[in-house]
């Protein structure tokens, strides 16, 4: 689909809840946001490391500085993480009206990463060690059930 990735069409799939998409659409979307993810899990994955060992050396000739802006760059991926569930939020509720469904559907999967990532040490102090397990399963049985209805079942559309 040429064109697929202009300025108007972007605002369209990732800033607007109304509207209907096609599983073509739906999956180059994600696909793009799931780069999107990785990436920025990647950066702040060596940035922890990179926090970890400079608390590690703290002491009084470490620069406190370098150590704020690590963390800031911490806060920073986690705006980055919301916006991208956010921006999922509006390429499914798409898929979902284009399916005939409630486009809150959409809501679903980035609730259960919140409620995993929030709940998932707290289980662990109750269930150990099986608290994160048990988020990290309900998890992905929320994911897989969101791949199969907006990816590969047959919409109005197509």
């Known amino acids: 689909m040429p064109g697929l990735f202009t300025r108007q ?3 369209f799939l990732f800033r607007e809840d109304q509207g209907v998409i096609d599983r073509r659409t ?3 979307a994600v696909t793009l946001l ?5 990436i920025a899990a990647l950066i702040a994955t060596a940035l922890r490391y ?3 060992s400079a608390v590690m050396r703290l002491d009084n000739s470490t620069n406190m500085l370098e150590l704020m802006q690590k963390m800031t760059f911490s806060g920073i991926f986690n ?17 979902f009206r284009d399916l005939g469904r409630s486009p809150y559907l959409g809501l679903i999967l980035p609730a259960a990463i919140y409620l995993a990532a929030s709940f998932g040490p707290v289980l662990n102090a109750f269930f150990p060690p099986y608290g994160s397990w048990l988020a990290g399963v ?3 049985l929320v994911a897989f ?3 199969v209805v907006l990816g590969f079942t047959k919409g109005e559309l197509n």
């Open 26 to 28: 739906w999956w180059l």
């Open 50 to 52: 990179a926090i970890v």
């Open 145 to 147: 059930w969101n791949v």
């Open 34 to 38: 799931g780069a999107v993810w990785i």
């Open 9 to 11: 069409n972007l605002r």
């Open 79 to 95: 705006i980055v993480m919301i916006l991208v569930y956010v921006c999922y939020y509006f390429v499914s509720a798409k898929r």
């Open 138 to 140: 309900c998890l992905s």
